[in-house]
T-cell receptor, first 116, second 119 residues
């Protein structure tokens, strides 16, 4: 099946630093990538939808200046958490999809972000 | 209003028994798809099964089957002969629409059910 690689899987950093998370589709061209956030024991909440070559569409309540998303190619999207603070600590997970495909979205393994 | 409702926050099931995880949905779009994902404690989302709104038959994938009742707007997941490795969170999700953006629609997730298989 399709593989989506997400890196890093775990990151711990100091408050105020910026953290970049990469999401790569390894064996198919992803026209769209999605970024989700999941708090402990809660469901996945969609943060933004990223289409290749265009600006990301953010869900209501998500700060676009805080969570920078870039989708420069059909195989790579990045999420940068700028000036991270402890409240940004969470599990971030991406998924990749292909237009006009009936296949399910394929998820990365997620990134656990802990801000001290 | 919630688009995906999973009313069972947690379930305990004896090993080798069958288990049904409930999911109801709400949409006015005639074209939609329903998914079940498994999330072990390690965090990855594992796709289990998919049902399209126009599919005539209930979807099956190995030990997983989807009991799709369109009139009731329910899409329950049935796991037969449960195994210890089935212990995980299970999420029901829906995508709507089949327009020009087909394949790229965002998913709406339910709150999940934590399934624990007892040896």
């Amino acid at each position: 099946g399709a593989v989506v690689s997400q890196h890093p899987s775990w990151v711990i950093c100091k408050s105020g630093t910026s953290v970049k998370i990469e999401c790569r589709s390894l064996d198919f061209q992803a026209t769209t990538m999605f970024w989700y956030r999941q708090f402990p024991k809660q469901s996945l909440m969609l943060m933004a939808t990223s289409n290749e070559g265009s600006k990301a569409t953010y869900e209501q309540g998500v700060e676009k200046d805080k969570f920078l998303i870039n989708h420069a190619s059909l195989t790579l999207s990045t999420l940068t958490v700028t000036s991270a603070h402890p409240e940004d600590s969470s599990f971030y997970i991406c998924s990749a999809a292909r237009r006009f495909s009936n296949q399910p979205q394929h998820f990365g393994d997620g990134t656990r972000l802990s801000i001290l | 209003a919630q688009k995906i409702t999973q009313t069972q926050p947690g379930m305990f099931v004896q090993e080798k028994e069958a288990v049904t995880l409930d999911c109801t949905y709400d949409t006015s779009d005639p074209s939609y798809g329903l998914f079940w994902y498994k999330q072990p404690s390690s965090g990855e989302m594992i796709f289990l099964i998919y049902q399209g709104s126009y599919d005539q038959q209930n979807a099956t994938e190995g030990r997983y089957s989807l009991n799709f009742q369109k009139a009731r707007k329910s899409a329950n997941l049935v796991i037969s002969a449960s195994q210890l490795g089935d212990s995980a969170m299970y999420f029901c999700a829906m995508r709507e629409g089949r327009g020009s953006n087909f394949g790229n629609e965002k998913l709406t997730f339910g709150t999940g059910t934590r399934l624990t298989i007892i040896p």
